[in-house]
């Protein structure tokens, strides 16, 4: 089985960020997913740099994907998503459906693209009416249960890859409005960069301190980190072809070799769970995996 790291969904500065990729060069991944998917307005890294980053890690032996934003709202927007659907040496991940008539459309439409977990796939007929269009392997909602995942791969009429989201804060929602300007009583076109604040985001609480969400610009969190390190007996049972490992602020190559050594079997996974605990920003929860509310821990079955 092999392991994704999914795209950074943080901000983080700059040299932050490409040394963070340096290290990815030897960490024990086999896809690894890049750009910016959340909010057009970080640019510590613009399009020329992620494909600086892309050509580094392919020499390294890495596929490299490149991902679209979710949320598409300019011009401006749309001519980085053109710039990357016509990038002729990786991979797409379509994350809007604009990104999908893209890579579909034109005299010479892609025929090996990914779709991207937000793109409202469900059921068996939908996802072959992506396949039709071209893509080729499917990430999963990350709020799909093991049960879900396994009725719509069975009823599938293509032969296409699926990948899970197995470790990080669960990306829950999107909006136009940016939480984290409001956070500051900032407007989003004047949001002073305040997202370069926070590796893994703003936790957010209840009134009486329980953990609620975390913020992170446009995008809503869990505040519990999502991961089936524990459960991946079940995960690799029913046939899942990719694990996605989404980039957190300080631990992530140690996270990676735990998800690795787990896998090839050189350490049983509740022991992984176990040392992995210490390397979360957050507590563990994996209830959506179990067709629960994802902010439970459930016990492996």
């Not at 040299?15 to 307005?41: H, I, K, N, W």
């Not at 998503?81 to 809007?96: K, Q, T, Y």
């Not at 977990?117 to 093991?146: C, H, K, Q, Y």
Request: hydrophobic share 40%; with cysteine.
């Amino acid at each position: 089985m092999k392991i994704a790291l999914g795209p950074l969904l943080y901000y983080w500065p700059r040299q932050s960020t490409l040394a963070f990729y340096a290290d990815m060069a030897d960490a024990p991944v086999d896809v690894v997913y890049l750009g910016e998917t959340v909010c057009s307005r970080r640019h510590e890294l613009r399009l020329p740099d992620w494909l600086e980053v892309a050509e580094i890690l392919t020499a390294a032996g890495k596929e490299v994907v490149l991902s679209s934003q979710v949320l598409v709202e300019s011009e401006s927007d749309l001519k980085t998503l053109r710039r990357i659907v016509s990038n002729g040496n990786f991979r797409v991940e379509a994350n809007d459906m604009g990104a999908v008539r893209l890579l579909s459309s034109g005299d010479a439409p892609a025929r090996n693209w990914i779709a991207g977990p937000t793109l409202n796939i469900f059921n068996p007929t939908t996802l072959d009416l992506f396949a039709d269009l071209g893509a080729t392997r499917w990430v999963a909602p990350p709020e799909m249960s093991r049960a879900q995942i396994a009725a719509l791969r069975d009823g599938l009429g293509h032969d296409m890859e699926v990948e899970i989201f197995a470790h990080g804060r669960l990306p829950l929602a999107y909006s136009a409005r940016c939480f984290t300007a409001r956070h500051y009583n900032l407007q989003k076109d004047t949001c002073e960069f305040r997202c370069l604040e926070f590796a893994d985001g703003i936790p957010l609480k209840t009134r009486e301190g329980a953990p609620f969400l975390t913020l992170n610009g446009i995008q809503t969190q869990s505040a519990q980190v999502h991961t089936l390190l524990g459960d991946l007996p079940a995960v690799c049972a029913e046939g899942v072809d990719l694990l996605r490992v989404s980039p957190q602020g300080a631990h992530t190559p140690e996270i990676l070799q735990l998800f690795r050594q787990a896998l090839d079997g050189l350490i049983p996974p509740a022991d992984a769970l176990h040392e992995a605990l210490p390397l979360l920003p957050a507590e563990p929860c994996n209830g959506f995996w179990h067709g629960r509310p994802g902010v439970e821990q459930r016990v492996p079955s």
